[in-house]
């Protein structure tokens, strides 16, 4: 039908019958008579005989309406004429119909006339009228009309008209009559179905309704099996839509009562339905940050990367397979990472809203490509360099990434780009740390926690390896512009740069480059560069402030008295003095475990972790307070308080003036800040594969004792960890309802500060959930761990 319907919206293929044409047909032979009396049809029946019953020619009763009806779809009808027509009375209407077929034949389809819906062409059915009663038309005029009508039937061409076109519109008449009901049965239906109803069930009571059609019972056997056919796959298509109603039906009743199921709970705890609801609004805008996160990384390889390398085929290359490879590093494996990641979330938004559980268990499957950060972070400064560096000397490439900007009407360009994976992770760990607070319980919570976990410490890897390749890429620099017989090793992740300044010494000008552990001394040369003189540690390098432009510097070898600008000195005196104090005390934080224990001997745990936790215990409700070692304390208490502990003897420290955060907080760091973790590199690798092979199960015998082997590893440090674990098992958790510290909470703040590898990569910030679940685990079974 809509195939039909297609080629009616277009134009319209009648099918017209060849001159000669072979088969049965209809004989009509008119009986003589006077010409005073009215015409009378004789009809010889030629129909054949099937199956033992004489088939008969369909005759058909059409009344005025469906005539009128009729009337408006045939193609050029004289409506005055055919109206008249079918209002006089007529004694027989017979219709040649043993040919009809829906189907035409290979010779009617050779023989085909094509004709425009609405061309105001004379159709051939015009040029069929029915008998007229010719008492009505007298004389001459009943006389010409009664021998026109024998020619029109006997198929005689008139004058001035085609013999071979009158033959055609002879044999065609009455196909063309239902050819013509037929396409306006199916425009009825088709109008149908855009009507508000929309039930094709409706077709045949319209048509009834409108149209008073009557058939007589005499058919031929193709006529009924065209008819039967009709009819059943008139009953199948309604079938169908019956069958299609009800399941739409029955899916609408299914997903509102699901809804209604799984809002209802919300609906009656009102501090549910705010948690969920926040729950689930931070959900959304953690998926609207993916989205537009891989529609950034799309743009970067569908505008740059893929236009680069088909121009490097092409042999009109704007950038080297190697300088291709510096700019983009992996970013293609970093796009389909997040792109498998945000179609998981949005098929948990689409199956489970407002609950949206398992995005904790999305985001732990999809880890494995983050591991792809690595590589892309090591590579970054140099990605930026390098597109600094061709923006500058390769016309041909700022060219290209000029037209590509004007092309696409984004301002934003390709080094602006580049950076959109360096933050994205921030701001993953903004929406999910945000969740946190909002968490279900069991086992979601867990999954989420450690999705958190995996996200945060990418993000401070991320961070770390930035601020890293930077500074190196700064030391780097200078490491090229220093002119001397033997390669110096400048670089290394620990150094940083603090200033860089030329002074007058004695009369002759000197290069004084400051790092954060040693110094440079060098003479200027030509092109920005400098040789040699000296470079020491800062552990043998004195340091005294004459005024604001002066100061002393004495190595080992030389007496530097320093001139320079305000400005310059600016730099430089400050570090060198708080540098010059620090040293003259015995540190405690940022140094190794073995040290600060052999200073303080016989105490087998520090006095740092001791006096922290004592004046933890004597504030009023001290373990019990809300987010107690998760809320960070003040940047300037913390800072006073590391200095406290690195230049004052532990009898005169003074504690009370400083809020517990800030307590709490100078005591992760010194953790954080020890040279080797409390639970040392051995330990770590030895636990991490103790819970990658435990997982979620509960503890055997077996297993606790391979735990208690592996805490006995940790030698002299293993009192402190006790002390510690004892404090927080007996004295913080005790109060989680209202601290809100449970062991998993505990795990995610003393996870990182007291176990990392030896080498931190990408795939080891990806093992955090097991660090975590170790430290949780030793918590949980402290009693058995520590049985003394």
């Known amino acids: 039908?809509?195939?039909?319907?297609?080629?009616?919206?277009?134009?319209?293929?009648?099918?017209?019958?060849?001159?000669?044409?072979?088969?049965?047909?209809?004989?009509?032979?008119?009986?003589?008579?006077?010409?005073?009396?009215?015409?009378?049809?004789?009809?010889?029946?030629?129909?054949?005989?099937?199956?033992?019953?004489?088939?008969?020619?369909?005759?058909?009763?059409?009344?005025?309406?469906?005539?009128?009806?009729?009337?408006?779809?045939?193609?050029?009808?004289?409506?005055?004429?055919?109206?008249?027509?079918?209002?006089?009375?007529?004694?027989?209407?017979?219709?040649?119909?043993?040919?009809?077929?829906?189907?035409?034949?290979?010779?009617?389809?050779?023989?085909?006339?094509?004709?425009?819906?609405?061309?105001?062409?004379?159709?051939?059915?015009?040029?069929?009228?029915?008998?007229?009663?010719?008492?009505?038309?007298?004389?001459?005029?009943?006389?010409?009309?009664?021998?026109?009508?024998?020619?029109?039937?006997?198929?005689?061409?008139?004058?001035?008209?085609?013999?071979?076109?009158?033959?055609?519109?002879?044999?065609?008449?009455?196909?063309?009559?239902?050819?013509?009901?037929?396409?306006?049965?199916?425009?009825?239906?088709?109008?149908?179905?855009?009507?508000?109803?929309?039930?094709?069930?409706?077709?045949?009571?319209?048509?009834?309704?409108?149209?008073?059609?009557?058939?007589?019972?005499?058919?031929?056997?193709?006529?009924?099996?065209?008819?039967?056919?009709?009819?059943?796959?008139?009953?199948?298509?309604?079938?169908?839509?019956?069958?299609?109603?009800?399941?739409?039906?029955?899916?609408?009743?299914?997903?509102?009562?699901?809804?209604?199921?799984?809002?209802?709970?919300?609906?009656?705890?009102?501090?549910?339905?705010?948690?969920?609801?926040?729950?689930?609004?931070?959900?959304?805008?953690?998926?609207?940050?993916?989205?537009?996160?891989?529609?950034?990384?799309?743009?970067?390889?569908?505008?740059?990367?893929?236009?680069?390398?088909?121009?490097?085929?092409?042999?009109?290359?704007?950038?080297?397979?190697?300088?291709?490879?510096?700019?983009?590093?992996?970013?293609?494996?970093?796009?389909?990472?997040?792109?498998?990641?945000?179609?998981?979330?949005?098929?948990?938004?689409?199956?489970?809203?407002?609950?949206?559980?398992?995005?904790?268990?999305?985001?732990?499957?999809?880890?494995?490509?983050?591991?792809?950060?690595?590589?892309?972070?090591?590579?970054?400064?140099?990605?930026?360099?390098?597109?600094?560096?061709?923006?500058?000397?390769?016309?041909?490439?700022?060219?290209?990434?000029?037209?590509?900007?004007?092309?696409?009407?984004?301002?934003?360009?390709?080094?602006?780009?580049?950076g959109e994976p360096i933050h994205h992770i921030t701001k993953m760990e903004g929406c999910l740390g945000a969740m946190v607070g909002y968490l279900p319980t069991g086992r979601e919570e867990r999954e989420v926690v450690d999705a958190y976990t995996v996200i945060y410490e990418t993000d401070k890897f991320v961070k770390d390896m930035t601020t890293k390749s930077e500074n190196n890429a700064i030391l780097m620099n200078i490491q090229r512009r220093i002119i001397h017989d033997k390669p110096l090793d400048i670089v290394k992740d620990e150094r940083k740069l603090i200033a860089e300044s030329t002074f007058s010494v004695g009369g002759h000008k000197r290069t004084f480059i400051l790092f954060s552990d040693s110094l440079f001394v060098g003479k200027p040369s030509k092109n920005n560069q400098f040789r040699y003189k000296e470079f020491r540690s800062l552990e043998v390098v004195q340091f005294e402030a004459v005024s604001e432009t002066n100061f002393i510097l004495k190595t080992p070898t030389n007496v530097y008295k320093v001139s320079g600008s305000k400005e310059d000195c600016a730099q430089w005196i400050p570090f060198m003095t708080e540098y010059e104090e620090s040293n003259k005390w015995n540190r405690n934080i940022g140094v190794h475990m073995s040290t600060i224990l052999k200073r303080e001997k016989p105490a087998k745990v520090p006095s740092i972790v001791v006096q922290c936790i004592d004046r933890i215990r004597q504030i009023p409700n001290g373990t019990a307070t809300e987010g107690l070692f998760r809320i960070s304390g003040e940047h300037n208490q913390i800072a006073a308080l590391q200095k406290i502990f690195d230049q004052v003897p532990p009898d005169a420290r003074d504690l009370t003036n400083y809020s517990i955060h800030a307590i709490a907080g100078v005591l992760k760091l010194f953790f954080r800040e020890l040279q080797e973790p409390l639970m040392t590199f051995p330990v770590y690798d030895k636990l991490v594969q103790l819970e990658r092979e435990v997982g979620n199960r509960d503890l055997t015998p077996e297993q606790i004792e391979e735990y208690k082997q592996a805490i006995q590893m940790l030698g002299p440090n293993k009192p402190t960890l006790e002390y510690l674990m004892k404090f927080l098992v007996t004295e913080v958790c005790t109060h989680s309802a209202v601290n809100k510290m449970t062991p998993s909470n505990l795990a995610i703040v003393f996870g990182p500060t007291l176990m990392r590898p030896e080498v931190e990569t990408m795939d080891t910030t990806l093992n955090s959930p097991l660090v975590n679940h170790g430290i949780e685990r030793i918590i949980e079974h402290y009693n058995d761990f520590f049985p003394s």
């Not at 005989?49 to 045939?74: E, H, I, W, Y």
């Not at 219709?95 to 389809?109: C, G, I, M, Q, R």
């Open 1 to 418: 039908f809509l195939q039909v319907y297609e080629g009616m919206s277009k134009q319209v293929t009648l099918p017209v019958p060849p001159p000669r044409r072979p088969g049965p047909r209809l004989a009509a032979t008119l009986s003589p008579n006077t010409k005073s009396s009215p015409p009378e049809v004789e009809v010889r029946d030629r129909s054949r005989t099937v199956g033992g019953a004489k088939q008969r020619p369909l005759s058909t009763g059409l009344n005025r309406d469906f005539m009128a009806s009729l009337d408006q779809k045939l193609v050029g009808t004289d409506r005055k004429r055919l109206s008249r027509q079918a209002s006089e009375k007529q004694s027989v209407k017979s219709y040649d119909t043993s040919e009809l077929n829906l189907s035409p034949s290979p010779a009617v389809k050779k023989h085909r006339r094509t004709v425009s819906v609405g061309a105001k062409e004379k159709s051939s059915v015009n040029d069929i009228s029915p008998p007229i009663d010719s008492t009505k038309r007298k004389g001459k005029e009943g006389g010409k009309l009664k021998t026109k009508f024998i020619d029109k039937l006997k198929g005689r061409p008139e004058a001035n008209e085609d013999p071979v076109e009158k033959t055609a519109v002879k044999r065609s008449g009455v196909a063309m009559v239902k050819d013509e009901f037929a396409k306006f049965l199916l425009g009825s239906s088709l109008q149908l179905m855009g009507l508000p109803l929309k039930d094709i069930s409706e077709i045949h009571k319209h048509i009834t309704q409108n149209y008073e059609i009557n058939f007589d019972s005499r058919f031929t056997a193709q006529d009924e099996r065209i008819v039967s056919k009709i009819q059943q796959k008139i009953d199948d298509f309604t079938g169908k839509q019956g069958y299609h109603s009800a399941a739409t039906k029955i899916q609408s009743l299914f997903r509102a009562w699901r809804v209604k199921k799984q809002i209802l709970p919300l609906l009656q705890d009102k501090d549910e339905y705010v948690r969920a609801q926040t729950y689930a609004r931070q959900f959304r805008q953690l998926i609207e940050h993916e989205k537009t996160y891989c529609k950034a990384l799309g743009a970067v390889i569908d505008r740059y990367l893929l236009p680069a390398r088909q121009r490097l085929m092409l042999g009109k290359e704007v950038l080297k397979i190697e300088e291709i490879s510096y700019v983009f590093s992996n970013i293609e494996v970093i796009l389909e990472a997040h792109q498998n990641l945000l179609k998981k979330l949005k098929h948990i938004a689409e199956t489970d809203w407002p609950h949206v559980r398992g995005v904790g268990k999305a985001i732990l499957d999809s880890r494995k490509g983050f591991s792809a950060y690595g590589v892309y972070v090591g590579n970054f400064v140099n990605s930026q360099d390098t597109v600094t560096r061709l923006s500058e000397k390769n016309g041909r490439f700022s060219i290209w990434l000029q037209e590509v900007e004007a092309k696409h009407g984004d301002s934003r360009g390709l080094q602006f780009l580049l």
